[in-house]
């Protein structure tokens, strides 16, 4: 496998000098580029491919946020990486617009090469071309237009509470899934991840969501005219659900703490990549739903055939370039039955199964063709035994209150 080609813009010589040491006493898979200005980046990046550019939010010639603006119109494949010791809410939504993660100063070189080597780990996905141009293509995620306009409204009145804004940002996909991308990104220093939007909502604090919601324009709304037969709204639903199912079912295992967050985490963003389809190539996400309307075919199939990937890939894809961890990566990117990528594991086995359970509980009032289980991913201990016991654990689940 290639090594992965990194650009490191800062004017620390010193941390340059302990990145390169890692780097070579680790014998790490990485071609490292070191530089001090933005000037000097641009170059670089005119002359070769990089696969990442980390770079400190104040430099000489230009800042980091303005650099990485750049950087995504002119190289968009480039996965971009700031660093910044500003909590300003200008910095904090370029995390949505200019760059895909955001680290806190002082960074030490042990954790810039965490955030870097996360993008080694999407290299199953990275080899599909037509999915990086799709995920990089996209700007925003769109949002539903009536929850915007509720959010909007909430955030102008000075006395809307917590609870008020994260009961309001739970109703959109898009919401949630820019939310959770902010709070659990290493700027915030957590030290374990978030999936609830109340606890989310009062880390960041209500004026930084107004700012981003209202003053950055970071979000936008989805015309639901645009595209026949997909209810963004009835995706949620399906989402939520999912992932309440995802939680009940690893609970029934024994787990708990992280793999259960996960769990949840997984179903709750599992379908991501379809909105990324429906922003970043409208006109061919159209046709894709149109056909397979017409054929009453599952949707992935029809993906996989029209562009030689899956809206599974494409949102895991899109939450590895931001950070995720590598274990919700896979399962949302095997989620369809997919054997692509690292060993197939416990947590993938869970969510296609409640994805496809909650499907087919669906269309057999609906007449749309059912999804089927993948052996592959179903190859878990005690075979049947087990399916039924997860079977049991989602309708417990989906006959308890919400």
């Known amino acids: 496998m290639n090594k992965l080609k990194v650009l490191f813009v800062d004017d620390d010589i010193h941390v340059q000098?302990?990145?390169?040491?890692?780097?070579?006493?680790?014998k790490l898979p990485i071609e490292l580029l070191l530089t001090?200005?933005?000037?000097?980046?641009?170059?670089?990046?005119?002359?070769?491919?990089?696969?990442?550019?980390?770079?400190?939010?104040r430099l000489s010639d230009m800042g980091g946020k303005e650099l990485l603006t750049h950087v995504r119109e002119r190289w968009p494949m480039t996965m971009r990486i700031l660093m910044t010791s500003e909590a300003?809410?200008?910095v904090v939504s370029s995390l949505l617009v200019a760059a895909h993660q955001l680290l806190n100063k002082p960074v030490g070189p042990t954790e810039l090469l965490e955030a870097v080597q996360s993008a080694s780990r999407l290299r199953f996905l990275l080899m599909n071309e037509r999915l990086r141009t799709v995920v990089h293509r996209m700007e925003h995620l769109p949002v539903v237009p009536n929850v915007y306009r509720e959010l909007t409204r909430a955030l102008r009145d000075e006395n809307t509470s917590n609870l008020t804004l994260a009961k309001i940002l739970s109703q959109?996909?898009?919401?949630?899934?820019?939310?959770?991308?902010?709070?659990?990104?290493?700027?915030?220093?957590?030290?374990?991840?978030?999936?609830?939007?109340?606890?989310?909502?009062?880390?960041?604090?209500?004026?930084?969501?107004?700012?981003?919601?209202?003053a950055d324009r970071v979000f936008k709304t989805l015309d639901p005219d645009m595209y026949p037969g997909f209810d963004t709204e009835k995706l949620w639903t399906h989402c939520l659900d999912v992932a309440r199912c995802c939680r009940a079912v690893t609970r029934s295992d024994g787990a708990n703490g992280r793999a259960v967050e996960d769990a949840f985490l997984c179903g709750l963003l599992h379908d991501v990549g379809k909105i990324v389809l429906a922003e970043g190539c409208p006109g061919e996400f159209v046709r894709i739903l149109l056909l397979a309307q017409a054929r009453n075919i599952p949707l992935a199939d029809i993906e996989a055939e029209e562009l030689g990937v899956t809206h599974a890939e494409i949102g895991a894809y899109l939450l590895g370039l931001w950070g995720f961890s590598e274990d919700v990566v896979i399962a949302i990117a095997q989620h369809h039955g997919s054997r692509q990528g690292p060993a197939?594991?416990?947590?993938?086995?869970?969510?296609?199964?409640?994805?496809?359970?909650?499907?087919?509980?669906?269309?057999?009032?609906?007449?749309?063709?059912p999804h089927s289980f993948a052996s592959a991913l179903l190859d878990v201990e005690d075979g049947e035994m087990t399916l039924a016991k997860w079977k049991a654990a989602m309708v417990t689940e989906l006959e308890s209150p919400n």
């Open 36 to 57: 001090t200005s933005a000037s000097e980046a641009d170059r670089i990046l005119s002359s070769m491919a990089c696969d990442v550019i980390v770079t400190d939010a």
């Open 344 to 369: 197939l594991s416990h947590l993938s086995s869970v969510v296609h199964m409640v994805d496809v359970e909650m499907h087919n509980r669906y269309v057999r009032q609906s007449g749309h063709a």
């Open 172 to 214: 959109d996909m898009s919401l949630t899934t820019g939310i959770l991308k902010l709070i659990n990104t290493p700027y915030f220093g957590l030290s374990r991840r978030v999936s609830d939007m109340l606890q989310a909502v009062g880390i960041l604090g209500v004026n930084l969501i107004r700012g981003l919601v209202i």
């Open 17 to 26: 000098q302990s990145l390169r040491r890692i780097v070579m006493a680790r």
């Open 88 to 90: 300003e809410d200008g």
